[in-house]
């Protein structure tokens, strides 16, 4: 197949052990592992608010994420690899999606920037940005996410306690469905398999021990399983240096890095210096700034006092 | 069941009733045709004071009340505190989780989305807002189309992409309910189940309540079994208390186009006497906002131009 090499997925970069980091990119790059198709993986950080990651490129054709249902359903529908041509009129298949693509991305979602103050937020998005440009950015997620999720200050508690109990009863159904086959729907692998794994590895490498939603899936020792199979015959079959098994996981902050962890760690000691430095250069000329633009505004709306003293 | 003797002590307190439903708000209806599935006696009560209130539909029995906004909803609170349990043996079925998803997440928002921006809110005027002054209920719109956008992810930017999907969405849930669902008569096999309840509810909602130009209520009439099973439902268990029982669902077309039934001409005089007192006070609350606003600009002009009145006053 000529052409082939010109099959490119533009993601977010990787990070926590995973070959991009966003839970929004990981999906599609499954997707196209289980299919088998030949591409490049290309990173992209300049836009953390971007709804255009993932992208994929072949030639003059470009998917965006922000099109048509997303990426997955434009290589489908334009016929570039389609994993689901008999299973998505399939009851069962409508309804499995529906727990994982809204009550499990959900519950992720909240995860990420509410449940766990979104520490594995920035740094997956933000970590290449000036300190005070990446906490503005942050904020701003964190607010859209909150509206988004119908979370105000009076129902919080509520919300969280009903995204966690669907995230439970989505992972019992799922578990229960799955029992120890290899993929969801008898021996295909399906664009639910790659939202799933992706959910899966990513709620157990990126989030921390300290997270509900994780401790809630690692109750489900087959899910678990069902993921590292996956993750072993797909996603490093093609790698160089396998990551640990998922079991062995407890947190990705704990300190047990394994080998590709120790590299980007001290890149990002260097960085995060440089950064700080910046971030409080940038901090000193707001602070001046602000003191600047206050000392003047006082001095306008004295300015009748003012006249009084000099004359 | 202990507390026979309490059945009239069974109170559903909802919103108000309209277009051929015993209550018109979509959040209320489940509750109602869940008491009614269980064949469990009770009243029905109506509040209009708090059009944004969470706690409605609320359930009381002497001194217990079960409001909406706790527990994960009614339903929820009356299965887990023993009242009445239509799910008992379904709810760890993975089936029944997954139906649950489709009812409560696809449709339900597909049915936020079509009440509030897809038919911009013709609806929703009536059932939220029909007893406030104009003024008011004007506000509390635009509060609510905001409030909802925001829930459904909406921006100028991506209006069309969200819409789309929600729709599309939409379709597949009222496919794969209409293939699992058969000629059967409830979802899961013989037996009543609180997402008969929300599907009914949803059902009844799409057809009697939003415009017949509805994207997402031509969707739902493709699928005449779906149809058949709400009308079956309805008139076994929802009409067979009532006296004036409603046209059969597939004989509604519109709510708007003017076949109304009995009940509806005598709510719509009621209605005009309303308005016209509500657009009188209206218009004399639109004069006294114009006029403080006159005011104000005029004071607070004066005062940055203090010295110039000064100078020429000198």
Not at 208 to 233: D, F, Q
Request: aromatic letters at 12%; proline letters at 5%; one cysteine or more.
């Amino acid at each position: 197949m000529e052409g082939t090499s010109d099959f490119t997925l533009v993601t977010r970069k990787p990070c926590f052990g995973l070959p991009t980091a966003c839970p929004n990119c990981l999906p599609a790059y499954i997707y196209l592992k289980l299919s088998h198709l030949p591409f490049q993986l290309a990173f992209n950080s300049t836009f953390p608010d971007s709804e255009e990651l993932p992208y994929f490129e072949n030639g003059t054709y470009v998917a965006y994420n922000n099109e048509d249902g997303g990426v997955i359903e434009k290589l489908k529908k334009d016929g570039i690899v389609n994993l689901d041509s008999q299973l998505q009129s399939l009851p069962e298949y409508i309804s499995l999606k529906a727990l994982i693509v809204s009550w499990l991305q959900e519950a992720l979602t909240y995860e990420i920037w509410v449940g766990t103050e979104g520490i594995s937020a920035s740094k997956i998005y933000y970590s290449d940005l000036p300190w005070v440009i990446s906490k503005v950015l942050f904020y701003k997620q964190t607010y859209l996410a909150k509206n988004r999720l119908g979370l105000t200050k009076e129902n919080a508690e509520r919300r969280e306690k009903l995204i966690y109990k669907r995230a439970s009863e989505a992972y019992e159904a799922l578990s229960t469905r799955l029992g120890e086959q290899k993929f969801l729907f008898e021996d295909r692998p399906s664009s639910l398999d790659a939202f799933f794994l992706s959910h899966i590895l990513f709620t157990i490498q990126v989030l921390p021990e300290t997270s509900v939603l994780r401790s809630k899936l690692l109750e489900h020792s087959n899910l678990v399983r069902y993921a590292e199979k996956l993750k072993s015959e797909f996603i490093e079959a093609s790698s160089s240096s396998p990551s640990p098994p998922l079991h062995s996981f407890p947190s990705s902050f704990s300190g047990k890095g394994s080998k590709p962890k120790s590299k980007p760690k001290a890149e990002k000691t260097e960085e995060e210096k440089k950064f700080k430095k910046r971030a409080r250069f940038f901090l000193a000329a707001q602070f001046l700034a602000v003191v600047i633009y206050v000392s003047v505004m006082g001095g306008v709306s004295s300015d009748d006092m003012e006249y009084e003293d000099d004359d």
